[in-house]
């Protein structure tokens, strides 16, 4: 019936001298206190308030915590892995998360250099995504950006993930754009990020196909973010995107006034990207996810069994191919990223089409839904899709918080709120709000670095 107490000190240091520990624990008090000042720095930026839930308030505390803990945004050789450091799932590789959910959280709430710091990461690697692409056979400077990373290198080892999930080229090309409309910084885009779109541009450029039957250029053998399909024919997001690279890479091109780069070439890539086929069926006037689609069983994931789900844990893989059944957004993707490019009558019919086939068995699948079920004034769903991510980890929803916290979602947490219920966006420069709070918050009030300033919003 005796209690005793044990501290117990723990620290990384870049020395090889082993008296810093030491040093360390002598100067603790001290150490705490800068502790305190640093986090007390980082919530002024990127604390979240919400009024009137708890359970909202105390779970995007939690995920802006673990994002803070995982990336300071100091060094532009250091990246974000899926797990952080709280789990050895991944193995602390980087993924195309970074540049499609974590970019904007860390743009908006550390500012520029932070973010730029993102972007640097990649242009550091171009050489090693040319190297990658030369390997599959593009040439003429052509890069093929890794799925999975730490040094530029692909260390993916499943061929339909590695060779197949080609968007992730996309993802990077969007984010130098995301990056500079967000900050106003034009100067990582003309010294750096050019180069990147270039090389992008390159690969999308050999990676079609002429189809002389349908009269367009196809993109063949892929495999989409809905990860429950392999091998598959015009994925329309990777289709989409890679047109939208090509035209995006033109224009920057013409504007920067590139002059190793023939007005032939650029030309060619406009004429490539306004000829892409994109799926579509008349019937349900919706693109679809990929060539024949409609040939599967369209039954809505409410028809499976309660017992049978996840079903990457009940179903064989070839089963689950054959199903219509989406991991995570797919098409609705590309309605995330290029919202304007859409009516909203657009968006709401193929948000209702797809929506109903979606398992959400991807930790990002939730936040970009509840993103687009905000626009859409689906609140109540935009809540309950903001909970799934929110709290995927404190109330471990699919039983595996034992490998480790989902990090790069949990950027999507904070998009659920900024883009979806804030309805924050940039338009002609600046920032516009939409907001549709649940019916339950009494206020939601946030801080957002935009454009060199600090602004406090409080809906």
Sequence with gaps: NQTFRIEKYGGYSRSNDCSTLSKSIALFDSLLENQREDWATIWETSDIVIEGDEKAQQSIRFNIFQLNQTYSGK?????????????????????????AYCLPFYMATKGAEVARNLLM?????LDKAIENAQKLGFTGGAALYPMVTMNGEEC?????????????????????????????????????????????ARFWAQRVSFSAEKQKYVILGVTGPNEYENNINNNFYTNYLASWCLRYAAEQVTTLQKENITKEETQQW???????????SEKYGVYLQQDGFLDKDLKPVSAIPAEERPLNQHWSWDRILRSPYIKQA???????????????EELQKHY????????????????VHSVLASALGKT????????????????????????GLHITSMAGTWLSIVEGFAGMRVKNGKLTFTPRLPKHWKSLSFKVIFQGETKEIKL
């Design 156 to 200: 993916h080892n499943e061929w339909e993930i590695t060779f197949e999930e080609i968007h992730r080229n996309g993802a990077i090309a969007f984010a130098i754009y995301n990056y500079t409309r967000y900050t106003g910084d034009e100067s990582y885009l003309k010294e750096y990020g050019i180069k990147v779109l270039i090389a992008i």
């Design 75 to 99: 060094y532009a050789h250091l990246n974000i892995g899926p797990k952080g450091f709280t789990g050895e799932k991944y193995g602390g590789s980087t993924y195309w998360d970074t540049e």
């Design 121 to 125: 990461y990649r242009y550091n690697q």
């Design 270 to 280: 406009l004429h490539i990207a306004q000829n892409i086929y994109l799926p579509y």
């Design 352 to 367: 209702e089409f797809y929506e109903p086939f979606t398992v959400h068995e991807s930790s990002l699948s939730p936040c």
């Design 330 to 344: 797919d098409t609705l993707q590309g309605f995330y990223f290029f919202e304007d490019h859409f009516t909203k």
């Design 380 to 403: 109540d769903e935009a809540y309950t899709l903001y909970l799934r991510t929110a709290r995927l980890d404190l109330d471990d929803y699919n039983k595996e918080v034992h490998e």
